[in-house]
Nanobody, 126 residues
Framework: QVQLVESGGGLVQPGGSLRLSCLAS????????MGWYRQAPGKQRELVAS???????EYGDSVKGRFTISRDNAKNTVYLQMNSLKPEDTAVYYC????????????????????WGQGTQVTVSS
């Protein structure tokens, strides 16, 4: 079974930093795209950042220059370094992966699309 498990959320003061991690567990061969989305109360879920397995990145306009996404393919883990945090960054942050290629036994591969983690709360407040 393939799962995404986030960690690293919490409470931080404005101007502070946090680092989120997301581990994809299971018999994984390859993950094409990993990323982070967030959803604040009363708002739609929005892209924060994404990264391909070739390290091509994309950022939401509101986080450019403050957040950095990276991944460790050997560990099937994606990270989000968040600096200069603002109160408007407060949200539940969700890890997302697209096209996870996994195997159930040697030589038998499957693809999973649009996989989500359970979310981790980030609160920026003084």
């Amino acid at each position: 079974q393939v799962q995404l498990v986030e960690s690293g959320g919490g409470l931080v003061q404005p101007g502070g930093s946090l680092r989120l991690s997301c581990l994809a567990s299971g018999n994984i061969f390859r993950i094409e795209i990993m990323g982070w989305y967030r959803q604040a109360p009363g708002k739609q879920r929005e892209l924060v950042a994404s990264i391909t397995d070739r390290d091509i990145t994309e950022y939401g306009d509101s986080v450019k220059g403050r957040f950095t996404i990276s991944r460790d393919n050997a560990k099937n883990t994606v990270y989000l370094q968040m600096n200069s945090l603002k109160p408007e960054d407060t949200a539940v942050y969700y890890c997302h992966a697209d096209r996870i290629t996994y195997y159930t036994s040697p030589g038998i591969f499957f693809d999973l699309w649009n996989v989500w983690g359970q979310g981790t709360q980030v609160t920026v407040s003084s």
